[in-house]
């Protein structure tokens, strides 16, 4: 389903054109209204200072949402990779073979973990999907199966470990589609439109460019806040940075402990 609000270029186009108009259509009444009084230009004045501070809280306030999802997909980002990566230390704990199966499938899982950050494209999201949860369901299995055979304190630390993992994916994804509400989006526009008719209205001068100034500053304003919220559209996304060391540094353990094996046969 089409979602404006997953398109912060779509918002800047859709937006600055709106609240341009939204000036001019103020500046027309005001030039087929009569002239104000001085009493009524100083509520006018009043009026619109308290629209436009009213404005730029609920701006502030949305933006701070946006801002405090942001840090919340960043930590969580770096408490996956430590779930992760402690749960592959712990694979020491199981029986070599078992042990062997949960490092292939934990590195396998890191890979699409990454993947899953860096993809846009909608089929590619959903292969990823699809690989995660059958690689999710494969480790579990391994390492229930481990606790089930040899029932111990050190193979229930292992279960809640790989449980941690599990869990760690699901917090990222609720964390990945919480956005700011549509409501608090619609009394953003509804409160921007007002204040524009207010400020052409208000507007002694008559140069477009006049006109041009708030508009522009305000979609600049719902395009960085978009562009914040959307975590797959907008350009500022979070790097899977921690999960891609711990990737490298799983891969290369594994690569020095190749010569060893060989050696040792």
Not at 239 to 251: C, F, I, K, V
Request: net charge negative; proline share 5%; glycine share 6%.
């Amino acid at each position: 389903m089409f979602n404006l609000l997953d398109y912060p270029p779509l918002i800047l186009a859709v937006s600055l054109p709106v609240f341009w108009l939204s000036s001019s259509i103020g500046a027309r009444l005001r030039d087929n209204a009569r002239d104000l009084q001085p009493g009524d230009r100083d509520d006018l004045k009043f009026v619109l200072g308290g629209a436009l501070t009213l404005l730029g809280l609920i701006v502030g306030f949305t933006f701070q949402m946006a801002l405090n999802s942001y840090d919340r997909r960043k930590i969580l980002e770096a408490q996956e990779a430590n779930a992760i990566g402690t749960e592959y230390a712990r694979t020491d704990l199981l029986p070599p073979a078992d042990a062997v199966l949960v490092r292939a499938l934990l590195k396998n899982y890191i890979d699409q973990r990454i993947s899953n950050y860096t993809s846009q494209n909608e089929q590619r999201i959903r292969q990823v999907a699809a690989q995660t949860a059958r690689l999710q369901t494969e480790m579990w299995s391994a390492v229930t199966a481990s606790a089930t055979a040899q029932p111990s304190p050190i193979m229930a630390l292992t279960l809640n470990g790989m449980t941690s993992v599990l869990d760690a994916e699901g917090f990222v994804e609720a964390a990945w589609r919480h956005h700011i509400p549509p409501a608090a989006w619609g009394l953003l526009f509804v409160i921007s439109i007002f204040c524009n008719l207010l400020v052409g209205r208000a507007t002694q001068g008559r140069g477009g460019f006049v006109f041009l100034i708030l508009p522009a500053a305000l979609s600049i304003s719902l395009f960085l806040i978009a562009e914040i919220d959307s975590p797959r559209a907008g350009s500022i996304r979070i790097e899977p940075q921690n999960l891609e060391n711990l990737a490298h540094s799983l891969h290369s353990q594994y690569e020095a402990q190749q010569p060893q094996t060989h050696l040792s046969q």
